[in-house]
Structure formats: structure tokens, C-alpha cells
């Protein structure tokens, strides 16, 4: 009986240490990315900020690749990945300054012709703001066209296709 509880508590053990190995090694490529995204915000690289990329090094003399806040996301998106780190909770913030804060309607819909298809996560989103802010700024043919573009591309989200819906039939009593 000894022997059994020692082998138990043994794997236990083992097994704490490494999911705590691989929660710190997790953490430190979060914090590094995040290091990243904040140093791209900071410069009024938000595409950069929030997808990350590839930028040239000078000391390197070759591209280097930047994460940005969705790759913290992304590194704790398991049910299994806890607890969270404050770095995750910040990077969502982040994310929604730069979505509803910093991307004007051009910037909002160029982020999206460059990632739709590569990267759609965020994408009904910048996309879906990117129509409001057409909307405020009275332009409102370019406001149609993204909120069709949104049901055409995100259509089977029904939060997007109802969004997008709604913001059409306010167009259309603005024009009226």
C-alpha cells in the first residue's frame, strides 16, 4: 500500500513540475511577444501590434518575426492553460483599444484586405468598426459596402450577420 501511495504521490509530483515547466516557458514567450506588440503600439503600428509580423533587423541583416497581442492570446486560448496570466487580460485589452480606439475605417478595412483568409481572428470585428466609423464620418456608401462585405464573408456568424443588418437599416434611415 506504501508503494502505491509513493508511485502516486511520485507522478503527481512529476507531472506538477511539468505542466509549472511548461506554464513559465509559455509565460516567458507570452511576456516576449507582448514586449513586441506594446514596442509596435507605441510606434503607431497597430496592424503589427495587434497580428504581428515579419520586420526587418538591422543587426540581423534578415527578417525577424514580431508577435503581437494575438499570439498572447492565442498562447493561453486552452481551457487547460491556467490560471492566466495578468499579460493575457492585458493583451485583450489591447486588442479592443486598438479595434475601437485607434484604427480609423481605412486603416480598419486595409488590416482587413491584408489578413481576410490568412488570419481571420479579429477580423468581424475591425471590419464591423470600420463600418461605424464610416457611418460617423457621413460616408455612407463605403459604410454599405463593408456591412455587406461583413454578411458576405462572416455571414454564417450570426452575431456578425445581425450587426451588419442592423447598421444597414440605419444607414438607410439616415439616407432617408
Known sequence: MKKVLLVTISVILFASGVYAYVWFETYQNAKKFMEQADANFERGDY????????VYDE????????GGYEHVL?????RWAIP???????AK?????????????????ALFQQYFNLNNRHLPEILLQSGRLYIEAGE???AKAIFELAIDAFGSREWVR??????LLKIEQLEN
Open 47 to 54: 496592424g503589427k501590434a495587434l497580428k504581428g509580423g515579419e
Open 59 to 66: 543587426q540581423e541583416q534578415a527578417y525577424v518575426f514580431t
Open 74 to 78: 492565442m498562447l493561453w486560448s486552452s
Open 84 to 90: 492566466k496570466p495578468g499579460i493575457y487580460y492585458e
Open 93 to 109: 485589452e489591447k486588442i479592443d483599444v486598438i479595434i475601437y480606439e485607434k484604427l480609423s475605417a481605412d486603416e480598419g478595412f
Open 140 to 142: 455612407y456608401e463605403k
Open 162 to 167: 445581425e450587426e451588419a443588418e442592423a447598421q
